[in-house]
C-alpha cells in the first residue's frame, strides 16, 4: 500500500485529492501538508496532517522520513493571474516546492506526482487539437514554471531514476473549495452566482474557449496517471487531457437549461482575457488515452447537473 504525502493539501485540488486518496489507500496512509489557514471543516480529525512549509526542503524531508512516505503529491502554486502580479512569488513556490519535492524524492526514492496545466502552452502553439509534443513558449510567469516543472521532473527521472508523473490540466470546475487567482476560476464561479440566484460578470470574452475539467475526473486522472504501468508509458511530463472545451456563452447555456432566470454580463479583465488568448482552444489528449486509458466521465451538461444539485444542496434553492 502506498503511503502518500500531499504538499499543499488545502488548496484547490488538494482538499478533493486528499479525500479521494484516503478513500483508496486507507486514511491513515496519505497524511496532509498543510502551511496555513484556513482549513477545510474538519481537516485535522480525517486523518494524519503534518505542517509542510514547500519552500522548505527539510520540513519536506522529516515530513517523509517520519511518515515512511513512497509518494509524493506536489500541489504548491500559485495560480496563472496571481503569479503575474507576483512573478517572484510564482516562481519561488512553483519551482521551489518542485526542486525540494525531487530532492526529497531522489534521496529516499519516492514517486512525485505534480499537476502541469494547459498555461505551459503559449501564443506560438497550435491552438486547436494543440498536440502532446508541441511548442511550449509561454508568455505568462505561471506557464514558464511549469514548462520548467515538466523539464525538471523528466530531468529527475532521466538521470536519477526517480518516478515523475505529471498531467497538464485545464481549467478545474469544483463544487467544494473555490480556485484563486487562476485564468479558468469565472467557470467555477458562475456557478456559485446561478445558485444564490445572482447575476454574473464574466471577466472573459464570449468566443473565447479553453480546455475544461469536472474536478472528479481530474482526481481519477491524477490517481490513474500514478498507478500506470509504467512500461506503457512514452511520455511522463506531462501528459495533455482534457474533458471538454467551452466558451462563457456555452457555459451560460447549459446552467439556463437549469436556472433560465439567470443572467450574464461581461466586464473583461485585460490580463485574464490576454492569458486566456495565449492558452489552447481545445487540446488533443489521445496520449494520455492510448498510454494509461485515459477516459474523462463528465462533459458540459452531465457536470453542470451535478455541480447544480451539490450547490442548491450547500446554499439551498434560491430559485
Ligand atoms: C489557472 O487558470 O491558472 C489554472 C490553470 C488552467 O492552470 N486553473
Given at each position: 500500500m502506498r503511503k502518500i504525502l500531499i504538499v499543499g493539501s488545502t488548496g484547490q485540488i488538494g482538499s478533493e485529492l486528499s479525500q479521494k486518496l484516503r478513500s483508496v489507500y486507507g486514511k491513515d496512509n496519505v497524511v496532509c501538508g498543510h502551511f496555513a489557514p484556513?482549513?477545510?471543516?474538519?481537516f485535522f480529525d480525517a486523518g494524519p496532517t503534518v505542517q509542510v512549509d514547500a519552500t522548505d526542503k527539510n520540513q519536506i524531508a522529516e515530513a517523509v522520513k517520519h511518515y515512511q512516505i513512497d509518494t509524493i503529491y506536489n500541489l504548491a502554486a500559485i495560480l496563472s493571474a496571481t503569479a503575474e502580479k507576483n512573478p517572484a512569488l510564482g516562481w519561488n513556490v512553483g519551482i521551489g516546492s518542485l526542486m525540494n519535492c525531487l530532492d526529497v524524492a531522489k534521496e529516499y526514492r519516492c514517486a512525485v506526482f505534480t499537476p502541469s496545466s494547459i498555461?505551459?502552452?503559449?501564443?506560438?502553439?497550435?491552438?486547436?487539437?494543440?498536440?502532446?509534443d508541441t511548442v511550449q513558449r509561454p508568455n505568462t510567469i505561471y506557464g514558464i514554471t511549469k514548462v520548467t516543472g515538466e523539464l525538471l521532473s523528466d530531468y529527475y527521472f532521466q538521470r536519477?531514476?526517480?518516478d515523475t508523473r505529471s498531467v497538464r490540466f485545464p481549467g478545474l470546475i469544483s463544487s467544494l473549495t473555490l480556485p484563486g487567482?487562476?485564468?479558468?476560476?469565472y467557470a467555477v464561479e458562475i456557478y456559485y452566482k446561478a445558485v444564490q440566484g445572482e447575476k454574473f460578470t464574466c471577466p472573459i470574452q464570449a468566443g473565447t474557449f479553453m480546455d475544461m475539467m469536472y474536478m472528479p475526473d481530474a482526481l481519477d486522472a491524477a490517481i490513474q496517471l500514478m498507478e500506470?504501468?509504467?512500461?506503457?508509458?512514452?511520455?511522463?511530463n506531462s501528459f495533455n487531457v482534457t474533458a471538454m472545451s467551452f466558451d462563457p456563452e456555452m457555459l451560460l447555456k447549459a446552467i439556463q437549461k437549469h436556472l433560465p432566470g439567470f443572467g450574464m454580463t461581461y466586464e473583461i479583465d485585460p490580463l485574464k482575457q490576454a492569458i486566456a488568448d495565449s492558452?489552447?482552444?481545445?487540446?488533443?489528449d489521445s496520449c494520455a488515452r492510448e498510454e494509461w486509458d485515459w477516459n474523462p466521465q463528465f462533459d458540459l451538461d452531465t457536470m453542470t447537473a451535478d455541480m447544480i444539485n451539490i450547490l442548491k444542496l450547500k446554499y439551498g434553492n434560491t430559485h
Open positions: 484556513p482549513y477545510p471543516e474538519g498555461g505551459a502552452f503559449g501564443p506560438d502553439t497550435p491552438h486547436t487539437k494543440t498536440p502532446q536519477w531514476g526517480v487567482g487562476g485564468t479558468t476560476d500506470a504501468d509504467p512500461s506503457r508509458l512514452k511520455h511522463r492558452w489552447p482552444d481545445s487540446m488533443d
